[in-house]
């Protein structure tokens, strides 16, 4: 049976099939492009953030949709970050946010990174000297409950968040985080986290669900996996949407990025797939290979953080 929404510990629902909106270089055409052909196809979540510079981009696609009665702003879910420069004032960020994208809410506004970041730091791969040395989460999650109070959200959520991280948070927060967005597929299976996040009813949402394969910084591990082959070739399917059915099958959103109109389709395909007990079994069995631990410090070996572990401070 197809499944399209899951239920957040808010109330709302939201698609488990997103569309990442992230590119390197920037190109805010082909981005409004990328985002008409997805709505046709049928996405209806979409996903940015301030540092992808894509905001613009995004809300002009969607206000042309909307206002082409294409689709309705309520059957959309959009999903934007509080950047690491702005965690002194969340609610301000937001307001910018909103402003980018022409929009008076978004459905979900995550903390982009548990560090801190010196005003105006706005690289998707900070200098050293950008980087604050601490970071007062208790603060910036009680700018992001404002923003939530204020309407200018639907919901609150995290990114980059360790099992360690979360259930700080939890210690503090009045509004629980409904997302936590991290890279996980079958070569990151994100097992602890998981377990952790599904006991205080958090949903994982998983980016890089692919590994990131065409990237400088991604893989195509997980879609050269023969046993991924094998089970596509099993099902007519292929391995990609093995892939995103296999993180749909434990309990997590997807967020796939492509721009090409035969991609889109093929992922959105993965709806449509059912893996039997055997199949996630062996998919379980996968040797771990942390592709990529986020987008921003993978090579900031430099950082204050001297090793990805101490940002990560546990397996996650």
């Known amino acids: 049976m197809r499944s399209d929404r899951a239920r957040l510990n808010c109330g709302t629902t939201i698609p488990v099939l997103g569309f990442g ?16 052909t997805a709505l046709k196809v049928g996405y209806r979540h979409f996903d940015t953030a301030k540092v992808y510079g894509s905001e613009p981009a995004v809300g002009r696609a969607l206000t042309v949709a909307i206002d082409e009665s294409v689709v309705e702003r309520e059957d959309v879910f959009l999903t934007s970050k509080l950047w690491g420069s702005d965690h002194h004032d969340p609610v301000s960020a937001l307001k910018r946010t909103l ?5 008076e809410y978004v459905d979900m506004y995550l903390v982009h990174w548990p560090v801190k970041l010196k005003p105006g730091a706005n690289n998707a791969v900070p200098k050293e000297e950008e980087f604050e040395p601490e970071l007062d989460m208790e603060v910036t999650w009680r700018g992001m409950e404002r923003c939530l109070d204020s309407g200018l959200c639907r919901a609150i959520g995290v990114s980059n968040f360790s099992s360690k991280k979360i259930e700080t948070l939890l210690d503090f927060a009045s509004v629980p985080p409904a997302v936590n967005q991290v890279e996980m597929h079958p070569m990151w299976k994100q097992r ?13 949402s998983a980016y ?3 590994g990131a394969p065409g990237n400088a910084w991604g893989s195509t591990a997980v879609v050269d996996s023969p046993i991924i082959q094998s089970i596509a070739l099993k099902h007519n399917a292929t391995p990609a949407q093995v892939a995103l059915q296999w993180g749909v099958s434990k309990g997590a959103s997807v967020i796939p990025k492509s721009f090409s109109k035969g991609r889109m389709e093929e992922n959105m395909g993965a709806l449509d797939l059912w893996l039997d007990d055997q199949d996630i079994l062996d998919i379980d069995k996968l040797g771990e290979r ?3 631990r ?5 090579n900031q070996t430099t950082s204050p953080y001297k090793t990805l572990e101490e940002l990560w401070d546990d397996e996650i």
């Open 192 to 204: 602890k986290l998981r377990e952790v996040c599904g006991e205080n009813k958090i949903l994982v």
């Open 290 to 292: 942390k592709i990529l």
């Open 208 to 210: 890089s669900p692919l």
């Open 21 to 36: 909106t992230y590119s390197y270089p920037i190109d805010l055409k082909a981005t409004e492009l990328a985002i008409h």
């Open 294 to 298: 986020g987008d921003v410090y993978v």
């Open 99 to 103: 402003q980018n994208l022409g929009m």
